[in-house]
């Protein structure tokens, strides 16, 4: 079975503009979450939602929303790119969402902000 | 909020010898669950601990729950090269939000 998939892979963009990352989970799993992996930290929690509801949301700003569409797969918006928001973003699956599932992370998209 | 906390951050061992790490919550938590980064990586799920003084083992690495649940240990007997990453622990907290410690990464001189 394929695990999570993320789209694009490496980004680059420059200050102020949006970009949309794409995340589409382990086939069966209803629930995807979103974080931020900045160099030398662990994943920061962003966003989890579940049967397309927002079930949970970190300390971002409101410049970060997401979605999730009735195939389960799941979009990250962010407008008004900052430097600061150059990361690794991870995109993880689970199947019911719970606090007791773990996460199968995506291979992430490396954004880069100029 | 809820804190996650593994000190330290990078640890160089020599090939063979033991490492132990440790990761300690500012809350109780209703399970810690542990993840592997490899360079260049995403983190990969390696095992979650659920019972107040729960011990799991995968080969060569075991994995404990304290009995308060507010802390976890990790240790790998006999590293190997392929032993190499950052490993994290993370525990749920409110809000679906789950909450990982900085990692420690982990260098083995062959």
């Known amino acids: 079975d394929a695990g999570v998939t993320q789209s694009p892979t490496h980004l680059i963009k420059t200050r102020g503009q949006h970009v949309t990352l794409r995340c589409s989970p382990i086939s069966g799993h209803k629930s995807v979450s979103w974080y931020q992996q900045v160099l030398g930290q662990g994943p920061q929690f962003i966003f989890q939602?579940?049967?397309?509801?927002?079930?949970g949301r970190g300390n971002f700003p409101d410049r970060f929303s997401a979605r999730q569409f009735p195939n389960y797969s799941s979009e990250l918006n962010v407008n008004a790119l900052l430097l600061g928001d150059s990361a690794l973003y991870l995109c993880a699956s689970s199947l019911t969402g719970t606090t007791e599932s773990f996460q199968y992370f995506g291979p992430g998209t490396r954004l880069l902000v100029l | 909020g809820q804190q996650v906390m593994q000190i330290p951050q990078y640890q160089h061992v020599q090939e063979g010898e033991d490492f132990t790490t440790y990761c300690n919550s500012s809350?109780?938590?209703?399970?810690i669950q542990w993840y592997k980064q490899r360079p260049g990586g995403h983190p990969v799920f390696l095992i979650q601990l659920v019972k107040s003084g729960e011990v799991k083992k995968q080969k060569r690495l075991t994995f404990q729950f304290g009995e308060a649940k507010k802390n976890s240990s990790l240790h790998i007997t006999a590293t190997q090269t392929t032993d190499v990453g950052t490993y994290f622990c993370?525990?749920?907290?409110?809000?679906?939000?789950?909450?990982f410690g900085k990692g420690i990464t982990l260098s083995v001189r062959p």
């Open positions: 939602y579940y049967e397309k509801e927002e079930r």
């Open positions: 809350t109780t938590l209703s399970n």
């Open positions: 993370a525990g749920p907290g409110a809000n679906s939000k789950l909450t």
